[in-house]
């Protein structure tokens, strides 16, 4: 088990493994794209970030991890040495719904698994694209317009009733701002 980012990686080599790794997990997923500086285009990278809807098997009733895909997935990558566990800065292993803290075994890199919904894919993908001070200005607007933005998607107006944000578009709409793509987000 490794810990936090150390290092960082030239955008080419996260993103060919962060392409290898969609690759992998697509068949898990409902929806999966790459985020975080990889997505703003940044030359280095300190992990790749992998923003999911997954997969879920409702019918017929099944045990869990045949129910959860992604989870069986990803725990048969860990058993095959692809992935390993990552333990965050508390010092513990990240292995829930919404967040699976890893790294690529091979090359070391970070990678961050984050799942969400449809509903919220939009929020999401904001959020997990960064970078931190834009999001930070996001949360900023949308508390100054009496709603809540939640970091793990989704957006609340001031009765707790939730607002979909399936697009980025979505969101920049209900913060009143002009879109603007991954690479001016910095």
Not at 37 to 48: E, T
Not at 112 to 138: I, K, P, Q, Y
Not at 153 to 167: A, R, Y
């Amino acid at each position: 088990m490794t810990t936090a980012k150390t290092r960082t990686w030239p955008l080419a080599q996260a993103t060919e493994v962060a392409e290898g790794l969609i690759t992998l997990l697509r068949p898990a997923c409902e929806r999966i794209e790459v985020a975080g500086s990889i997505r703003r285009q940044k030359m280095q990278v300190g992990d790749i970030e992998l923003l999911i809807v997954p997969r879920v098997v409702m019918d017929p009733p099944s045990l869990w991890l045949q129910r959860r895909p992604l989870e069986g997935l990803v725990l048969q990558l860990i058993e095959q040495e692809l992935l390993g566990y990552r333990l965050n800065k508390n010092r513990r292993r990240a292995f829930g719904s919404k967040n699976k803290l890893l790294v690529h075994v091979p090359s070391g890199i970070g990678v961050d698994l984050f799942s969400t919904t449809v509903e919220n894919w939009g929020m999401s993908l904001v959020v997990r694209t960064g970078s931190a001070e834009f999001c930070v200005r996001v949360m900023s607007r949308f508390k100054a317009l009496g709603c809540q933005g939640h970091a793990y998607g989704g957006v609340t107006d001031q009765q707790g009733k939730e607002i979909s944000c399936s697009t980025e578009e979505d969101v920049f709409r209900l913060l009143g701002w002009r879109f603007r793509p991954p690479e001016e987000r910095g």
